[in-house]
């Protein structure tokens, strides 16, 4: 399985992109899904993770209060909204899945299922 994120693009500081995640082929209702990025030069780091019924979400420090994660578990889609980007938000935006309901961290060590991503660039 590999999960496909989309919906990435070019936008200016200030602006907002909503990502999709789906699992062509599977249903991800069952899943917790979460959201990571990585930006040349660095390691892929978690942004936002939700378990499969929203029971529980993550949000990492530097996301809070711009960015919002949702699931539409009816249409197999996760999605990510992200408002008032800045060009720190720059990286390729991958989703994974623990494969599991919930996760124990919203971390690339329990996260997997990588597809290609999806390029989010933030001009100045």
């Known amino acids: 399985v590999q999960l496909q994120a989309s919906g990435g693009g070019l936008v200016q500081a200030g602006g907002s992109l909503r990502l999709s995640c789906t699992a062509p082929?599977?249903?991800?209702?069952?899943?917790?899904i979460g959201w990571f990025r990585q930006a040349p030069g660095k390691e892929r780091e978690g942004v936002s993770c939700?378990?499969?019924?929203?029971?529980?979400?993550y949000y990492a420090d530097f996301v809070k209060g711009r960015f919002t994660i949702s699931r539409d578990n009816a249409n197999y889609t996760v999605y990510l909204q992200m408002n008032d980007l800045n060009p720190e938000d720059t990286a390729l935006y991958y989703c994974?899945?623990?494969?599991?309901?919930?996760?124990?961290?919203?971390?690339?060590?329990?996260?997997?299922?990588w597809g290609q991503g999806t390029q989010v660039t933030v001009s100045s």
């Open positions: 994974g899945t623990t494969g599991q309901p919930v996760f124990p961290a919203c971390s690339n060590t329990v996260f997997g299922w």
């Open positions: 082929g599977f249903t991800l209702e069952n899943w917790s």
């Open positions: 939700v378990s499969s019924r929203n029971e529980r979400t």
